[in-house]
């Protein structure tokens, strides 16, 4: 038996294993995966627009002490190269986005940031700092303690010490600490309850800078705060969850292609080409 609960929505049922073949090409021996008895709604079809869920994630991380999918492709060795890229596209006409399983878009190669992977469980890494445009403040709620400390701590220490990043294509916004949040909010001038803001007041505004595993990846205006044209509402791309824990969901992951190695628990990110 098995019952998931997830950030929205949940299932319960019974695990099975059976040939898995993914894209047509690769195959999956005796992969266990969750076959539902009840599902929440927020899984029924249509509105879903999809029959299952395929978890990217590690081993560590899946329900009912079974294998992921990811894990049994390099146990399988069934991959060119044990790693996969996601390109998620800003927009419905060019599609949702992308995955290629054993390779990646070697058209940015030379662009792609390299950061480690902590634990074993999620696709997540350290974050050690959150800029907007050139000012010096750090808005990682925290941050400063783990600086002040950092003469006298391992890395290993620090890297435990400060807060995490999980990469995640199937959140919807950016998650993170209310406090963080908060100050981003009212540094650009939106609501800190609601998140909306003036769509006037785009033109004025300075990217992002997210600090992940040592590095600085940005976001601009335009992809973190939401413009509805049908509403002419205007709203930020974040939502207060947790204070230790950030998950940086479709909107960061729509300005950054992302790589994933498999074997040697490591990230890599460049800028969406346009």
């Known amino acids: 038996k098995i019952q998931i609960q997830y950030g929205t929505g949940f299932i319960a049922g019974d695990i099975g294993a059976d040939t898995v073949q993914v894209a047509g090409s690769l ?36 329900e009912g002490h079974v294998r992921s999918p990811v894990d049994t492709m390099l146990q399988q060795n069934i991959l060119g190269e044990p790693l996969f890229g996601i390109k998620l596209f800003r927009g419905s006409q060019r599609g949702n986005g992308e995955i290629t399983f054993g390779s990646y878009d070697h058209a940015y190669a030379k662009s792609l ?47 435990r010490a400060s807060r995490k990043a ?27 309850l609601s998140g909306e803001l003036p769509c006037s007041a785009l033109a004025s505004l300075k990217p992002f800078h997210f600090v992940l595993g040592g590095k600085r990846f940005s976001m601009a205006p335009e992809e973190y705060v939401f413009h ?20 940086m969901g479709i909107p960061f992951l729509q300005s950054h292609y992302s790589v994933y190695d498999i074997k040697d628990r490591r990230i890599g990110l460049a800028r969406m080409k346009q």
Request: charged content about 20%.
């Open 113 to 159: 940031e390299w950061i480690d992977v902590y634990g074993d469980i999620f696709w997540a890494t350290t974050m050690e700092g959150i800029f907007y445009g050139d000012e010096p403040q750090n808005y990682l709620y925290g941050a400063d303690k783990v600086s002040a400390a950092s003469g006298a701590l391992s890395a290993e220490e620090k890297a």
């Open 27 to 62: 195959v999956l021996h005796n992969q266990s995966f969750a076959m539902t008895s009840l599902e929440d709604k927020t899984f029924e079809m249509p509105r879903s627009q999809f029959d299952g869920l395929f978890g990217l994630g590690f081993t560590g991380g899946a």
């Open 166 to 192: 999980l990469l995640d294509t199937g959140s919807s916004l950016i998650y993170g600490d209310p406090f963080s949040l908060a100050a981003m909010s009212t540094r650009i001038g939106a609501n800190p």
């Open 228 to 247: 509805d044209p049908a509403t002419g509402i205007c709203e930020v791309q974040w939502m207060p969850v947790s204070e230790y824990l950030w998950i």
